[in-house]
């Protein structure tokens, strides 16, 4: 059973259009990480949520953790190539460290 | 760049094999993490070492083992190899403050065991 579920698992969109993409559990989790990783190099870390309803934006992208600190979404307003990659989400469980299996997002030009 | 170093980049081994991965953290990191991803499995955690000592321990096989030395630098031990361990292994490192688990990945090791 996977601890973090991501959904969907495969997105190809044009460029400009908007996505979400989802990270679900049924733990609650002190913060969660979301990274973008590239094919055949390692993740890049591009946020922590920690409070339960935060909301934080990184240029195109905004990030949003539940209030229950469960889930979490990633919003991306008009993609760019890019934007392309596999997106993780992360957290810590009874101490371990656990990845989603991820998204992988193709933007078309 | 991450700051996180590893090496080798690639490697090439036959199975029963056994190999060493080397990883050194950014400076100031305590904390090493050591993951396998595989094509059809995603990002699975192994192993993690804060400051010299194990702390937690993932999906870790008894062919693998995992040590950081004083100066904090890691190292991955894969024997017995199997075709099946064939996979990207990388490296993170991370301050571990609080709850917060913010980790800085490495390039890693593509290891192909023929």
């Known amino acids: 059973t996977q601890l973090l579920e991501q959904s969907p698992q495969f997105l190809s969109i044009q460029e400009g259009e908007n996505l979400t993409v989802y990270c679900n559990s049924s733990s609650v989790f002190s913060s969660l990480q979301w990274y973008r990783q590239e094919p055949g190099e390692g993740p890049v870390l591009l946020v922590t949520?920690?409070?339960?309803?935060e909301v934080k934006k990184l240029k195109r992208l905004t990030f949003q953790f539940g209030d229950a600190r469960k889930d979490s979404s990633l919003h991306i307003t008009a993609a760019q190539p890019g934007d392309t990659g596999l997106y993780l989400c992360?957290?810590?469980?009874?101490?371990?460290?656990?990845f989603g299996d991820g998204t992988t997002l193709t933007v078309k030009p | 760049d991450s700051g996180v170093t590893q090496t080798p980049k690639h490697l090439i081994t036959a199975t029963g094999q056994r190999v060493t991965l080397r990883c050194s953290p950014r400076s100031g990191d305590l904390s090493v993490y050591w993951y396998q991803q595989s094509l059809d499995q995603g990002l699975q955690f192994l192993i993690q070492?804060?400051?010299?000592?194990?702390?937690a321990k993932g999906n870790i096989l008894e062919r693998f083992s995992a040590q950081q030395f004083p100066d904090l630098h890691s190292e991955l031990n894969l024997s017995s190899l199997e075709l099946g361990d064939s996979a990207l292994y990388f490296c993170?490192?991370?301050?571990?403050?609080?709850?917060?688990?913010?980790?800085?990945f490495g390039p890693g090791t593509r290891l192909t065991v023929l």
């Open positions: 949520v920690v409070t339960g309803g």
């Open positions: 070492y804060y400051n010299g000592e194990e702390r």
């Open positions: 993170a490192s991370s301050v571990e403050s609080g709850g917060v688990n913010e980790q800085f």
């Open positions: 992360a957290g810590k469980d009874a101490g371990k460290s656990t």
